[in-house]
């Protein structure tokens, strides 16, 4: 792996690497949302929840679309889910 696919692979993992984020990856697997019903999900803070999902989307991993006065997200990069996976079977076989 040369230095700059290392990088742009370093970046996508810390695009996930925080328990907001991945809550809000885990959110939308499922469905497509708007901000304010992940904001409902999660009971955080809009101003902070926003700011994560445009870190993610900045970094590749979401993309979102407008309609009207609301921003959708959904997954973009199908294969941070496969990642994701891989390390929660990981970490549910160390508690077993």
């Known amino acids: 792996m040369d230095k700059k ?9 810390k695009a996930v690497a925080h328990p907001v984020r991945l809550q809000i990856v885990e959110l939308l697997e499922k469905k497509e949302m708007c901000v304010g019903d992940i904001v409902k999900a999660l009971g955080g803070k809009q101003a902070i929840t926003s700011q994560q999902l445009n870190m993610m ?10 309609d009207g006065a609301k921003v959708y997200y959904h997954i973009h990069n199908k294969n941070v889910i496969k990642l994701l996976h891989c390390i929660y079977d990981h970490c549910d076989r160390k508690k077993r």
Do not use: T
């Not at 696919?5 to 993992?13: D, T």
């Not at 989307?57 to 407008?66: F, N, P, S, Y």
């Open 57 to 66: 989307r900045d970094k590749g991993v979401l993309e979102c679309r407008r």
């Open 5 to 13: 696919v290392a990088e742009h692979v370093a970046e996508v993992l």
